[in-house]
T-cell receptor
Framework: DTGVSQNPRHKITKRGQNVTFRCDPI?????LYWYRQTLGQGPEFLTY????????KSRLLSDRFSAERPKGSFSTLEIQRTEQGDSAMYLC????????????FGPGTRLTVL | AQSVSQHNHHVILSEAASLELGCNYS??????LFWYVQYPGQHLQLLLK??????LVKGIKGFEAEFIKSKFSFNLRKPSVQWSDTAEYFC????????????FGTGTRLKVLA
């Protein structure tokens, strides 16, 4: 169990650019979650996958955001045409199943949009 | 809509003081309840969780929480805090409303003075 990893850890980009983040979950975990966290707030749910299927997307996830988990292993989160309001910490978590199962969080990717 | 409220945003205690952090949620159905902790420079990690059975749940590092269904509360307690408990604490709720979705509170930043 090497834990959940996220890359890059930090990303600085200019407004209007596209960015992509990667999350590698714990290998035997079926579920993968993406969250966004801004200063003074708790993690806000964005989307989650069970294996390769994206089961739910938050209304926070505008059309500029897309997430994939093509083979049910790693996942990517892409933000197109970034805006300054997208600046946040993007967290990934994984769990073995649903419900009361513990989520294991990665270190996050901190995005700064200039 | 589901929500989670943490009323204490910042708490400062001296070592050996007792701790109680409030968490209230709004949802009428069956819920699973969690407390996560984020130590400085570290990932979010699970402190304890409740999904059924004894409403008094014990977690790691001497923490416990009590689920009071009639009050929609899941308060976190520790009888005697240590300097190493300095961290940010997040309450979270997950419920099955079509799919499992986690809602986090805004967090409580605890500082323990040595």
């Amino acid at each position: 169990d090497t834990g959940v990893s996220q890359n890059p850890r930090h990303k600085i980009t200019k407004r209007g650019q596209n960015v992509t983040f990667r999350c590698d979950p714990i290998s035997e975990h079926n579920r993968l979650y993406w969250y966004r966290q801004t200063l003074g707030q708790g993690p806000e749910f964005l989307t989650y996958f069970q294996n390769e299927a994206q089961l739910e997307k938050s209304r926070l996830l505008s059309d500029r955001f897309s997430a994939e988990r093509p083979k049910g292993s790693f996942s990517t989160l892409e933000i197109q045409r970034t805006e300054q309001g997208d600046s946040a910490m993007y967290l990934c978590a994984s769990s073995f199943s649903a419900g009361a199962d513990t989520q294991y969080f990665g270190p996050g990717t901190r995005l700064t949009v200039l | 809509a589901q929500s989670v409220s943490q009323h204490n945003h910042h708490v400062i205690l001296s070592e050996a003081a007792s701790l109680e952090l409030g968490c209230n949620y709004s949802y009428g159905g069956t819920v699973n309840l969690f407390w996560y902790v984020q130590y400085p420079g570290q990932h979010l990690q699970l402190l304890l969780k409740y999904f059924s059975g004894d409403p008094l749940v014990k977690g790691i590092k001497g923490f416990e929480a009590e689920f009071i269904k009639s009050k929609f509360s899941f308060n976190l307690r520790k009888p005697s805090v240590q300097w190493s408990d300095t961290a940010e604490y997040f309450c979270a709720v997950n419920s099955f409303s079509g799919t499992y979705k986690y809602i986090f509170g805004t967090g409580t930043r605890l500082k323990v003075l040595a």
